[in-house]
Each structure stands twice: as C-alpha cells, then as structure tokens.
Nanobody, 121 residues
Framework: QVQLVESGGGLAQPGGSLKLSCAASGFTFGSYAMSWARQAPGKGLEWVSG????????YYADSLKGRFTISRDNAKNRVYLQMISLKPEDTAVYYCAKGVTGWGIRPYDYWGQGTQVTVSS
C-alpha cells in the first residue's frame, strides 16, 4: 500500500534550479525518515539526502551540500528537494524513498517511480 509519487522534474539549464515534490500515502508519513536518491544514466542508485521524521535533522551527500535542500510537510504528507546551481552531472532520475525508522535515513524500504531531471544547455 505504500505509494510515493515524485513530480517537479524537467529540463534546466546549468546554474538553474528545480524543486522536486513527493506525495506519500499508505503509511504514517510523520513517523518515518525520508530520503531522496538518484540514478544517472549508466550508474547505480546514489543516495542524495535524508530528513528525520519530524524534520529536525537533515543530511546530504558531501558533494551536494550547499546546493540541495530537503524539507518536509507532515501535514500534507510531502517531502521536497530544492535544487539550485544545477550542473550537467545532476542529470538523473530522482526518487523519493521511505526510511525504515524515524531516524534511519538509510536504508530505505520503498521508493517511487522517479522524476527525470535533465540539466543541459
């Protein structure tokens, strides 16, 4: 019954920005940490960012700190990823993922269908 639906992807120019959204259902959203992960062409799934169940702590892949911001709105069962200063290497399918506990941002046990982000001039 767990369902995660990502949206907000698209085409952006280098240096541009996008905000991704994930709509969650089928579980008590506010009880679980959430993450974003991505898969670039020809590469495996890469963890991007995570957030505690109450939003009190956030974590990022070292290479993305300062450019990506994760947030959540538990009243709306939504988790977001704000991306700025986009680079061509950010091109990937971005997935929203459910954590196993309220603090366990990795690993995750469910993920959505993904939304494509393409960064190109």
């Amino acid at each position: 019954q767990v369902q995660l639906v990502e949206s907000g992807g698209g085409l952006a120019q280098p240096g541009g920005s996008l905000k991704l959204s994930c709509a969650a259902s089928g579980f008590t959203f506010g009880s679980y940490a959430m993450s974003w992960a991505r898969q670039a062409p020809g590469k495996g799934l890469e963890w991007v960012s995570g957030i505690y169940s109450d939003g009190s702590d956030t974590y990022y892949a070292d290479s993305l700190k300062g450019r990506f911001t994760i947030s959540r709105d538990n009243a709306k069962n939504r988790v977001y990823l704000q991306m700025i200063s986009l680079k061509p290497e950010d091109t990937a399918v971005y997935y929203c993922a459910k954590g196993v506990t309220g603090w366990g941002i990795r690993p995750y046990d469910y993920w959505g269908q993904g939304t494509q982000v393409t960064v190109s001039s």
